[in-house]
């Protein structure tokens, strides 16, 4: 009966420093830790491990719910898939533990809040870039790619295999700069 953890954060630029010295301080003898975002399993390759490895009787402590995923589709199936190798979930910041009736409960009510943040999170950010683009403060992403350069040597003579080779793009960006 092994205790085991896993830590996660959305990118590379944020630190798991704080979830892994909870994850110790709760007994884990072994944690799982990546940076991918919790809104899919896809993806997520310490995860699935650390779902292989897990046998009857371990427990999996998470910090929060949110850390092991953001989608309540997702975080059932995990739960059930845990539930069906007999492998307890609980967390440290919340009162999750889902081998009572009660930590079952507050686990359906986290991941659906869980969810419900992601879209708020998702909704702020379209209304953000909708008034930035009435502003004219948001013009998207700026080509990388030269479409004046790709005529330029169509006109020379070039296909667009070559073109695509010489300026280290795929054919298909050269098709769609000819097309405008």
């Known amino acids: 009966m092994a205790v085991v953890g896993y830590a996660r954060v959305s990118s590379t630029d944020q630190d ?8 110790k301080a ?3 003898k072994k944690v799982w830790s990546e940076k991918a975002s919790g809104t899919s399993r896809n993806g997520r390759k310490e995860l699935e491990a650390l779902l292989d490895y897990v046998r ?3 427990t999996l402590v998470c ?16 739960v059930l898939q845990l539930r069906q190798k007999g492998v307890a979930l609980k967390m440290t910041d919340q009162p999750v533990d889902t081998s009572t009736a009660v930590g079952k409960a507050f686990f359906d009510m986290l991941a659906t809040f869980a969810e419900f943040e992601t879209a ?22 700026p080509p990388k790619i030269d479409g004046t350069e790709i005529r330029r040597l169509k006109t020379d003579g ?16 050269v098709y769609r700069a000819l097309r405008t």
């Open 16 to 23: 798991l420093s704080i979830q892994l010295e909870a994850l």
């Open 26 to 28: 709760a007994g884990c």
């Open 56 to 58: 009857e009787g371990d």
């Open 63 to 78: 910090t929060r719910l949110d850390r092991l995923g953001r989608s309540v589709l997702d975080l059932q199936q995990i």
């Open 120 to 141: 708020l999170r998702r909704e702020r950010q379209l209304e953000g870039i909708r008034k930035a683009k009435a502003d004219g403060r948001y013009k998207g992403r």
């Open 158 to 173: 070039l296909g667009p295999a070559a073109i695509a080779k010489r300026l280290g793009i795929g054919r298909a960006s």
